[in-house]
Nanobody
């Protein structure tokens, strides 16, 4: 089974930036990847996804213009660059994957493999 490990979370002030990484245990060429956010006391929500070869991305309206998803398949790693962070961005961020031959991604689809999450706290 595919294992995913998130890293890069931490404490940052509002307006600051963080880059999250999702390191996979195997080649990701045939996996679409999504980043999900779970705020305290809330349900997990899709943030951004990237297609298996990186040619297509999608993101939630709340993060458009602030967050950028990217991938480096040679390193088996996906990134989430988070800029202009807001207190409401606080929570656990998970990366997830599903096998696909499609050349697009969707946050509406089910994801089969999940990391353990990394905590992001945006506070002054």
């Amino acid at each position: 089974q595919l294992h995913l490990v998130e890293s890069g979370g931490g404490l940052v002030q509002p307006g600051g930036s963080l880059t999250l990484s999702c390191a996979a245990s195997a080649n990701l060429d045939y996996y679409a990847i999504g980043w999900f956010h779970q705020a305290p006391g809330k349900e997990r929500e899709g943030v951004s996804c990237i297609s298996r070869i990186g040619g297509n991305t999608d993101s939630a309206d709340s993060v458009k213009g602030r967050f950028t998803i990217s991938r480096d398949n040679a390193k088996n790693t996906v990134y989430l660059q988070m800029n202009s962070l807001k207190p409401e961005d606080t929570g656990v961020y998970y990366c997830a994957a599903h096998v696909t031959r499609q050349l697009q991604c969707s946050l509406l689809l089910g994801y089969d493999y999940w990391g353990q999450g990394t905590q992001v706290t945006v506070s002054s």
